[in-house]
């Protein structure tokens, strides 16, 4: 199938979805279908996702495009047009990426279910009847990539802004270490904090982005430069035994039981692969919240002081400001939404000289701590510090990546997050927050929220639907390691949606409408990777076998003869095609053969009776995992 | 060894002539050779800063400054009591009250590039052409330390004895106006690039008389941080503001004195001392007649010997004292001075009437009686300090600071010394120098000293710098300074090797010192030969009349008026002796009669060689 038929799918599927309003602006399809020439062009078969050209993708509102407008979402900029593409825009484009339009957002990143937009919230609808939040701020883009109207996207993950949306609708969501992807050209909300993020359907394709926009950019003063990111991510680990951290700080009295069973199941699994568990301390994650809600809105008080529509954005209508006050009174009162005006004003307080000591000074050292216990955790020192720090400590309490949660619950229904408190939305960000604080890589991985891994229950609409976003952290640097993680921790649970090629024709029910369940299960993973159907995937996979197939009987024929094969086959009760197809589709095809026909000699000569091996089936639960499902923090 | 040549480009270019205020008031003030109060005096002195010598005046610049020194003296002796600083004297209410200022001067760095964006700075272009999207505060884009910014600063931070911190930050200033494009203003608050400096006064630093104290002293500088400015408001009455950003993110300088100010004109001349020093060590673009400088003083004042109950604020670290004001925004040295004048006899007046200071920022427009509240202790603004999360802190080698030590421009005071110490001049001949042409004359007497070294050299032995440096002083600040009186200074007119030239055959009596004067003039007026085609063509050169000749010329003109001799001889008349000499010097060809040698050849004929004159 060619990329045509998927741009124009993609296409589709932003009319089919227009009401889920996860788009601020669009560009014509034309533009995505007039590129498939380029597109071809750019993809080889061996490097699937090297190339990430001719793809679909979309773009935060709050990254500066020239082409569109970028609105932030607000009403302050609502006819705002950037005279300069964002750095990560131009990367993507220069990859040869195909930028489909700008994606709904809380306000200047400010809300964490997307509904606080000048136009409109973003809908999470995955089947009749639901509305649920799709989580924020970067609703839009978590929605547009879920609902296939796009490949991938970009989002800015400040506190949780990226990871959360992907718990809620079931995608992949990243936020690497800050100051790897370039800023310039994003709106700032919280200049300390604010993370491009990637959105993706699996971990594999969110790294190829991540590996176009990784590098430094001269134009952001906070990008890493080149000397530095040399230092990163240069520990060697064994691969096939990590040591998995389980903050147990995160198991908190308020999470969702389908959340705690998710994060038990996920690392029963790892620990199945090899990987070793253990508990660590966080303490300081009950504080990084309260932090995270003076700092955030320090910053953003400060930020957003620009927006007076003097030189650029809108401005009330009428005469502003009298001749005792300044100008733009008026116009930033009725350009700013209910909830970036209480960010403002909490920021202006905690700034102010008389709570600065209080609030903004102790949230600085609560941030502090916060790191601290993070350094204190990793095996990897973190390498933005000297490395003169205390590193004798014993390195058997370290761990290499930490998996907890995203977010305490799935995504709430639109109607319960219009009666929450503001505070109580806040506690969204619970799980996100210190790694943001902290300025880790950290990672949201769909996990099914119901069904054991490994058996595809995809009958269950319910639980098909529901997912509930693991969240994998690792040190500062170490944002390689994260995404090898996530794509461990997605292949053991893979939902719908990750393994959903781009031919969705609507969400849900006709997600699999190409070949039987067993089938999608099977070759989904693949379809996904090489972009085609699953009937496609099916179909090239065993004409692969089948060549594979054919070499290996040739082999076996060249290199043991037809008379020991017919010999051998008559021996085991099999016509001699049955047994040279028993061993030709196998890696190894003349080793296979070898050992079975050792066995079935034997068998024969010694009148065993046909060995039944008892399966030992292992304890699958350790002592922590046990603790962990008892523990209770508040 | 003078590392000027930057600066007299500089100037150069502008073709502002700089005149010292300090020089100039000396001189204003002697030629209007009354008494009236230093401090009014001051006030209107301080008017004239930075323009060129009043032009009704005929009177040579350097006799100007004599006449000062005299007038001078002459005070000192009628009324030796009286206190430098008078001003206390005449208002007794002074006796009661002092005086606390601190000063905050703003002032533009001299530098290429903007503070935060790679956009030029500009001066005077076209409104609106040297801006980039940050200048702007566009959304989404940062800021870019310009690090060469830096060095400008370093040089100021150094000539104020500060402490150069090796890590500084950038914090934002957060309020709203219009020529304000981010909401904030970047600048250095709580970790500053460099502290604890100080200023040194001298006496010559102050109008004459005006002196608090005989030796020097020092005003300490709290710290200095750099800074963005703001937007140029261009008023179009009634009612039209229109905004040039090409100022945005000029890179600034804030010096922030300690508050140990207690005389308005001790604030007026710290504000020019500290123009003078940027001014020198060329980290400044101009001064505050073209805005480049902008001074906000905060204003004090607290009963002397009083308990500090009453008095009980405390300023960086300055404790006991009043209520403060602030007054912002004062563009020049004089409106320093006066707005300081105003508060003072303004809190006061309040005090004495019962009334309490309110803290609060007041306003001063030049020629006003009194200062205007801006806004109460109410209306005061929080400027919400915030470290900026986008840029990093500034971490400053030692090796920088050594590098811009050893390569420190002289400073005024250093040059004040070197020039009487090892060039011989007055101290008041120095400061002449110094500040005549934006320094350009400086130079060029520089290097017409060093002319002169390099040609008595091979010739002459010891002959010390002191006797050199003591004759072109004279040369470069009499006989130039009478020929560029009317017209603006122009060092290619008379070029150095010119002027040395003359100088040398002057002193080794090849011509006559007359002929000297001529030289100049000659080429003064577009001559384009050499001293020594001059002084041959012209035939200027000295031809000594021989002793026998002397002898003969005196003589006959004794012979012929016997009733002079007489008067001169009989009835004590000695002063006619010089109509002789003059005669000598009218009958012969130009330089070859010498006026002494003519005066000891006649007196030695009418027998009065031992006398006395």
Avoid at chain 1, 520 to 543: F, S, V
Avoid at chain 2, 293 to 306: H, I, T, W
């Amino acid at each position: 199938m060619s990329l045509y038929k998927y741009a124009k799918l993609y296409a589709l599927n932003q009319s089919k979805y227009a009401h889920l309003n996860a788009f601020n602006s669009l560009v014509d399809p034309s533009a995505l279908l007039a590129r498939k020439s380029v597109s071809k062009a750019g993809r080889s078969k061996d490097d699937k996702y090297d190339v990430i050209s001719g793809l679909p993708m979309a773009i935060k509102d709050n990254i500066c495009t020239k082409e569109l407008k970028t609105t932030a979402s607000s009403g302050t900029l609502k006819d705002f047009t950037s005279p300069y593409d964002a750095t990560v825009v131009k990367l993507l484009q220069d990859e040869g990426a195909i930028i489909v339009g700008k994606t709904n957002m809380d306000e200047f990143g400010m809300g964490s279910h997307s509904t606080h937009s000048h136009f409109g919230p973003v809908k999470l609808q995955r089947y009749e009847g639901e509305e649920a939040s799709a989580g924020g701020s970067s609703g839009g883009s978590a929605v547009a990539v879920a609902s296939s109207q796009c490949w991938a996207a970009l989002g800015t993950d400040t506190g949780g802004s990226v990871r959360l949306p992907a718990a809620y609708t079931g995608v992949v969501g990243f936020k690497p270490s800050y100051g790897l992807l370039s800023r310039w050209g994003v709106i700032a909300y919280a200049n300390s904090l604010d993370t491009v993020g990637i959105f993706g359907k699996n971990a594999k394709g969110v790294g190829a982005i991540f590996d176009k926009l990784n590098v430094h950019d001269p134009q952001d003063p906070t990008s890493l430069p080149p000397s530095t990111r040399k230092r990163l991510g240069r520990q060697r680990r064994d691969m096939s035994s990590l040591r998995i951290g389980i903050p147990l700080d995160y198991n908190i009295a308020t999470l969702d039981p389908t959340v705690r069973q998710a994060w038990i199941r996920r690392l029963k699994f790892l620990w199945q692969c090899g990987h070793t568990l253990h508990p660590v301390r966080l303490p300081a994650t009950q504080h990084a919240l309260s932090a995270y809600y003076v700092l955030a809105p320090a910053e953003a008080s400060s930020n957003l002081a620009k927006y007076d529509g003097v030189r650029f954005g809108s401005r009330a209508e009428g005469i502003d400001g009298t001749p005792d006050s300044v100008l733009f009174a008026k116009t930033r009162g009725q350009g700013f939404g209910s909830e970036v005006q209480r960010r403002i004003l909490l920021g202006a307080f905690s700034l102010s000289a008389q709570a600065i000591d209080n609030y903004f000074i102790q949230a600085q050292k609560v941030r502090r701590l916060v790191q601290q216990d993070f350094n204190n955790v990793f095996a990897t020192p973190n390498p933005l510090f000297d490395d003169t720090t205390s590193h004798s400590e014993d390195m058997t309490d370290k761990v290499d990546i930490l998996i907890c949660p995203t977010a305490p619950s799935s995504a709430p229904s639109l109607s319960d997050v219009k009666t929450q408190d503001p505070i109580h939305s806040y506690m969204n960000d619970v799980f996100t927050v210190p790694a943001s604080l902290a300025g880790l890589p950290a990672i949201s991985v769909p996990s099914p929220a119901n069904p054991e891994e490994g058996t595809p229950e995809y009958e269950h609409r319910d639980s098909y639907f529901h997912s509930v976003g693991i969240q994998i952290i690792g040190q500062y640097g170490d944002d390689k390691l994260v995404l090898d993680v996530a794509k461990k921790v997605e292949e053991s649970a893979r939902t719908p949606l990750t393994r959903g090629g781009p031919e969705v024709k609507s969400w849900g029910h006709s997600l699999f409408n190409d070949g039987t369940s067993n089938e999608r299960y099977r070759y989904g993973a693949q379809a996904l990777e090489l972009g085609n159907t699953i009937t496609e995937a099916k179909a090239m996979h065993e004409a692969a076998e089948q060549e594979k197939t054919n070499k290996g009987a040739a082999l076996l024929q060249e290199t043991l003869g037809l008379e020991h094969l017919t010999e051998a086959a008559e021996l085991s009760n099999k016509s001699l095609e049955e047994y040279i197809a028993k061993f030709a589709g196998v890696e190894d095809p003349l080793e296979a053969e070898r050992g079975f026909h050792a066995y079935m000699s034997k068998k024969k000569d010694k009148g065993l009776r046909t060995a039944r091996e008892q399966e030992k089936s292992k304890e699958v639960t350790t002592p922590f995992v046990e603790h962990l499902g008892h523990e209770r923090l508040h | 060894m003078f590392a000027r040549s930057t600066r007299s480009t500089l100037a150069a270019a502008s073709k502002r002539r700089y005149v010292c205020p300090l020089c100039l008031r000396r001189a204003r003030r002697s030629q209007l050779g009354d008494a009236r109060l230093p401090t009014q005096i001051k006030s209107q002195s301080f008017q004239t800063e930075s323009q060129p010598p009043p032009p009704q005046d005929d009177t040579p610049f350097r006799k100007l400054l004599k006449d000062a020194a005299k007038q001078q003296k002459k005070e000192k002796g009628s009324s030796f009591e009286q206190p430098a600083t008078s001003a206390k004297s005449t208002d007794p209410r002074l006796k009661k009250w002092e005086l606390t200022v601190g000063i905050e001067v703003h002032a533009e760095l001299n530098t290429a590039r903007k503070l935060f964006s790679s956009a030029a700075t500009s001066i005077s272009e076209t409104p609106n052409t040297h801006v980039s999207l940050f200048d702007l505060a566009f959304p989404g884009s940062q800021p870019h330390f310009q690090k060469e910014t830096l060095i400008p600063a370093l040089r100021a931070a150094l000539a104020f004895n500060c402490e150069i911190q090796h890590k500084s930050s950038f914090d934002r200033k957060h309020y709203f106006y219009q020529d304000q494009p981010a909401g904030y203003q970047i600048t250095q608050y709580y970790e500053p690039f460099a502290t604890d400096g100080k200023l040194t006064l001298y006496p010559h630093d102050f109008p004459p008389g005006a002196a608090p104290q005989p030796g020097p002293f020092d005003i300490g500088i709290k710290q200095i941080q750099m800074e963005q400015d703001t937007a140029k408001t261009v008023q179009q009455p009634p009612s039209t503001h229109l905004l040039d950003f090409n100022r945005v993110s000029h890179p600034l300088i804030e010096i922030i004195t300690l508050p140990e100010i207690h005389d308005p004109v001790v604030a007026a001349v710290v504000v020019r001392k500290i123009q003078n020093v940027l001014k020198s060590v060329n980290a400044c673009t101009t001064g505050m007649e073209l805005g480049g400088l902008r001074a906000d003083v905060n204003v004090s004042v607290r009963q002397r010997g009083g308990d500090s109950s009453e008095a009980g604020h405390s300023y960086h670290g300055v404790t006991g004292l009043g209520q403060r004001t602030e007054i912002k925004n004062l563009a020049s040295v004089k409106a320093v001075e006066d707005a300081i004048i105003a508060e003072r006899d303004r809190q006061i007046d309040l005090l004495e009437s019962g009334g309490v200071i309110e803290g609060e920022t007041r306003g001063w427009t030049l020629g006003s009686k009194t200062t205007k509240r801006l806004r109460g202790k109410e209306g005061e603004i929080d400027y919400r300090y915030m470290p900026d999360p986008d840029i990093p802190p500034v971490i400053i080698g030692y090796d920088l600071i050594e590098h811009l030590k050893r390569t420190l421009p002289k400073l005024p005071d250093v040059n004040v010394d070197s020039l009487v110490q090892t060039y011989g001049l007055t101290t008041k001949d120095a400061i002449t120098l110094l500040s005549l042409d934006d320094g350009s004359r400086l130079d060029y007497y520089l290097e017409t000293v060093n002319i002169l070294l390099s040609q008595t050299k091979g010739q002459e032995s010891d002959v010390p710098l002191e006797t050199i440096g003591k004759i072109a002083g004279n040369w470069v600040l009499m006989e130039l300074g009478s020929l560029f009186h009317s017209e603006p200074w122009d060092p290619t007119r008379i070029p150095p090797n010119f002027l040395a030239g003359t100088i040398s055959r002057v002193r080794r009596k090849q011509i006559t010192s007359p002929s000297g004067k001529r030289l100049l003039s000659i080429k003064f007026d577009g001559d384009r030969r050499t001293v020594q085609e001059i002084v041959q063509q012209d035939n200027l050169l000295l031809s000594p009349l021989s002793n026998d000749e002397y002898m003969s010329l005196a003589q006959s003109l004794l012979d012929e008026k016997p009733e002079m001799v007489k008067d001169i001889v009989e009835k004590k008349q000695t002063k006619k002796v010089m109509w002789f000499v003059g005669q000598m010097m009218a009958r012969t060809k130009d330089g070859s009669v010498e006026p002494g040698r003519a005066e000891e050849v006649l007196k030695g004929l009418m027998g009065l060689g031992e006398e006395k004159l």
